[in-house]
């Protein structure tokens, strides 16, 4: 199985509550892991700079450290374009 992310759009509709859009490892996670057909659990561990998988049920790909350093960053994208598109409106 290919490993697969929320749409833009799924991960603010996901990650948006009453404080706005919330990112981070765990959110990068949860849009790994929700992506797989069951639910289970995993681990994260953060060395040398790099975030490695250290649980994950070996029947669904497991993100590597570039994976999470992406969708890290592909998030942090959402957050930062959504905080200036507030800005602009108010």
Known sequence: MTLKTFSIKETIEKYTNEKGFCWGTDTVMKSF?????????????????????????????????????????RQKTIAECLEYFNSINK
């Not at 289970?40 to 490695?52: A, Q």
């Open 33 to 73: 892991a929700d992506n797989c057909p069951t639910k289970f659990d995993y681990e994260l561990s953060c060395g040398d700079g790099l975030f490695t998988v250290t649980k994950w049920d070996p029947q669904y790909t497991k993100p590597t450290p570039t994976d999470v350093r992406d969708e890290y960053i």
